[in-house]
């Protein structure tokens, strides 16, 4: 046969004799390209319920140039604006060659608290909070409407107060309280 096809990679040797017994070899190597291998990067979402997530593809191998197509129909090498989820893609290479990649986009909880206020007896000055923090992305920084800094809000006399929360990722919460003086009992 003087034709061969669907060879695999390889080094082939042919030897033809002709009717006097006069002989020629050839040898030919059959290359092939690398398989596509696919790298992600995956940046997850920043705060509770945005859609700022994205994937950075970056493929290899194959034969480029290379089309892409995304589970959200994407045709672009990356992909970004993502809400939380499972993406996959189909890396096409020149030759017709494919490989399939995925990725997962998450998102940490929201910010939520629980909290104790104590209200004043009859002295001012004593009405206090005591928060608790948990969800977002620690560590978290406080401000508090009277100009505090710290987590629980003590010496406080009655009146509203809130405090505005950001975590590591600057994702924000506020949370109001409102302090009141319980009247007490006079002794003589």
């Known amino acids: 046969n003087e034709d061969l096809t669907s060879l695999t990679a390889g080094i082939y040797t042919v030897t033809a004799t002709d009717a006097t017994g006069c002989t020629a070899s ?3 190597t ?4 690398t398989a596509i291998f696919l790298t992600t990067q995956v940046t997850n979402i920043t705060c509770s319920g945005l859609i700022n997530g994205s994937v950075d593809l ?5 034969t480029p140039s290379y089309t892409y197509l995304w589970s959200n129909n994407s045709t672009t090498q990356d992909v970004s604006n993502l809400s939380i989820g499972n993406y996959s893609v189909t890396v096409t290479d020149a030759h017709g ?3 399939v990649t995925q990725a997962t986009i998450t998102q940490p909880q929201p910010i939520t608290t629980t909290s104790y206020v104590q209200n004043l007896d009859c002295e001012y000055a004593t009405g206090a909070v005591d928060l608790n923090v948990f969800g977002g992305t620690a560590p978290f920084t406080f401000l508090w409407s009277s100009g505090l800094t710290t987590q629980d809000a003590l010496g406080l006399t009655p009146g509203n107060y809130s405090v505005t929360i950001t975590d590591n990722n600057l994702c924000t919460t506020t949370q109001s309280f409102t ?10």
């Open 26 to 28: 050839l040898s030919v």
């Open 30 to 33: 059959i290359t092939e390209p």
């Open 58 to 62: 970056i493929p290899s191998g194959g």
């Open 97 to 99: 060659c494919s490989a």
């Open 179 to 188: 302090v009141i003086q319980i009247p007490g009992t006079v002794q003589i």
